[in-house]
């Protein structure tokens, strides 16, 4: 087209036309091209907020408008005291053991999982409940009410402090000194298995590179 700007030129011109979506067509390749074009990235963020303000769906209009405020103002980077998840973690700590271990497992990272084999025993002290877990093939399964002789080690723990443990909220030494975690067995391969599962990032770049 000529150029980053040549294609800005042809782009403010679409724009007071309120050909919005257009303009937001061609100027993210610009601004993927250059994300140091500030004037491209203004203009495209007027053109997702003219199209957020137009948007009936609330979903889009969230869209547009927060890849508008990421143009202007980066990404926001999180220090310890602020928290952004599509889950609140008060729900996950609420959550029944059976649907923690479904949510849990598909943070397990496949590849690295490979060729690992593990199995542990599972007591959740305050619920008077015993669980199985294990991963092998790069899948992890666990079951209820079941313990194995064949483990690589034996947990003795809360529920809260065995997910915060699992989503890696707490270090398990620390709650080796707190009293909180007991294990008989292989603490090591316990911290390996830990090394296994994501935890996802937050500051996800949506319009910009």
């Known amino acids: ?3 980053e700007k040549k294609v800005l030129k042809l782009a403010k011109a679409d724009f007071e036309k309120g050909e919005y979506r257009w303009v937001a067509q061609v100027l993210k390749n610009v601004v993927m091209a250059n994300p140091n074009n500030k004037n491209a990235k203004n203009l495209l963020a007027e ?3 003219q199209l957020g303000y137009q948007s009936e769906s609330a979903a889009w209009r969230n869209y547009y408008l927060t890849g508008a405020e990421e143009l202007r103002k980066g990404i926001v980077k999180l220090d310890g005291s602020q928290t952004i998840s599509t889950v609140d973690p008060q729900i996950i700590l609420s959550m029944e053991v059976n649907d923690f271990f479904d ?3 598909i943070t397990l990272n496949g590849p690295k999982a490979n060729h690992n084999n593990f199995t542990f025993n599972v007591n959740i002290t305050d619920l008077n409940t015993n669980y199985t877990i294990d991963i092998k093939n790069a899948v992890f399964n666990y079951s209820k009410g079941l313990t194995t002789p064949n483990s690589d080690a034996s947990l003795f723990v809360d529920k809260v402090t065995f ?3 699992m989503l890696g909220k ?3 030494n620390q709650a080796i000194e707190s009293g909180k975690l007991s294990i008989n067995g292989n603490k090591q391969k316990f911290k390996e298995m830990l090394n296994l599962f994501d935890y996802f990032n937050q ?3 949506i319009v910009t590179p």
Do not use: F, R, T
Request: avoid cysteine; charge should be negative; glycine fraction near 12%.
């Open 170 to 172: 707490l270090d398990v």
């Open 47 to 49: 053109s997702y907020e």
């Open 163 to 165: 997910y915060l443990i």
């Open 203 to 205: 500051e996800i770049n």
């Open 103 to 105: 949510y849990i497992s």
């Open 1 to 3: 087209m000529g150029g």
